[in-house]
């Protein structure tokens, strides 16, 4: 193999002229020859022992150098690569170029390669950060979200009313006929929760237990196509009426849902674990607020094909998370009318930012001579073990140290941009809206 020729073009790309000579091309021939024999018939011989200089006479020398190209190619291009000391980053295209003959071949190669990057600014840069505030609205609908949970449901001896649940059996027909899809046993219904048809449950309130009634409901235009706009009847049947009973806001409430025995410390901790979620949150934003920024400084020319591949990555990523959600891929797809042509065009933009933030980490790695060592990998590897409630070996399974050390450096780098960053307090809100959150909690 010899690389005549080797040079960059636009798009962070690199163009090889290859000759791969007489004795490579020959040794491709041969590996050509003894995989096609057995399915070239040569009278006189049986299947797949005929040799190569009769079927060649036959057939002419020519015979097997489609093969023999295929066969040489990836070994030549992956040694000129490795001579030229590129950091490929997708498929080269490929031309054949002039003749090709038993003295051998040439081929032209494009293949994008990392970019060459140069960072703007990344340290002392200038980004707003929310300032945290726990109102005391702020504890009570975090105890109203614990009410919630903790409310039981009980029967009634009483109409239904917007509220309550109510435990139906119901069947729907059109033109006095079943259809698919609208029928229903023991079903618990929360009246006012709108997840049945528009005018369904108000129609179930007011009835009581073992009443039966025939609701009359035309379905929304835009419903399915089979029943969008038709007017249907709806038999139910009320076997129980339940309502809520809410328990009350006190120390005894503390007691059975926390480990603290009165109300005020409950608000307490509430408090405290709110003010730690909106400082996590506070500090995400300005993270992401200024990586963005050193993400958009960067000077690179980004090679199309790490975007795709990024672009790929989030569709395969979406589709792991609809796979964990119980969804078919191609369900989703039917049901939302999406193409995958569409959901690829719509992730390039993030992935577009995603490459350009990892070569910004990558270059800001560079720059400052960020390193990890082993025992800071191990260090991680126990944090995460400890974390998962998992055994340390069993970590190092599953997780690369490799992996781990990417992390690590990941983070070192941030922290840089981070730790150096100045930051500026957003303007100040509008007095009337503090008055509605409440004071600020005790």
Partial sequence: MTVKSCEKVEKSRVAMTIEDGAAEFEAAIEKAYRKMRKNINVPGFRPGKAPRKIIEGMYGAEVFFEEAINNAFPE?????????????VGYPTI??????????????????????????????????????KVMAADV?????????????????????????????????????????GGKGEGYSLELGSHSFVPGFEEQVIGMKAEEEKDLDITFPENYTPELAGKAVVFKVKVHEVKEKEVPAIDDEFAKDVSEFDTLKDLKADLKKKITEERKAAANQAFEDTLMHMVADGITADVPDAMIEGQAHQFLN????????????????????????EKLLEDAKEPATQQVRLDLALAAIIKAENIEVSDEEIEAEFQKMAD?????????????????????????????????SAVVIKPEKKAAKKEEESGKEAE
Wanted: proline share 3%.
């Fill in 76 to 88: 030549a291009y992956e040694a000129a690569v490795k001579e030229q000391e590129l950091q490929v």
């Fill in 95 to 132: 031309e054949l170029v002039g003749e090709c003959t038993k003295e051998g071949f040439t081929f032209k190669t494009v293949s994008p390669v990392y970019p060459e990057v140069t960072l703007g600014e990344y340290k002392g840069l200038s980004a707003e950060k929310e300032e945290v």
């Fill in 140 to 180: 009570n609908e975090r105890l109203k979200m614990l009410t919630e949970r903790n409310t039981r449901l009980v029967s009634v001896d009483r109409a239904a009313k917007e509220g309550d649940t109510a435990v139906i059996d119901f069947e729907g027909f059109l033109d006095g006929k079943p259809f698919d």
């Fill in 317 to 340: 990523n979406f589709k792991m998370q609809l796979s964990q959600q119980g969804i078919p891929y191609d369900q989703y797809m039917q049901m939302t009318g999406m193409s995958e």
């Fill in 387 to 419: 974390q998962y409630h998992m055994e340390l070996e069993m970590v190092k399974k599953y997780l690369q140290a490799e992996q781990v050390k990417d992390q690590l450096m990941t983070q070192k780098a941030i922290a840089v941009v981070v730790d």
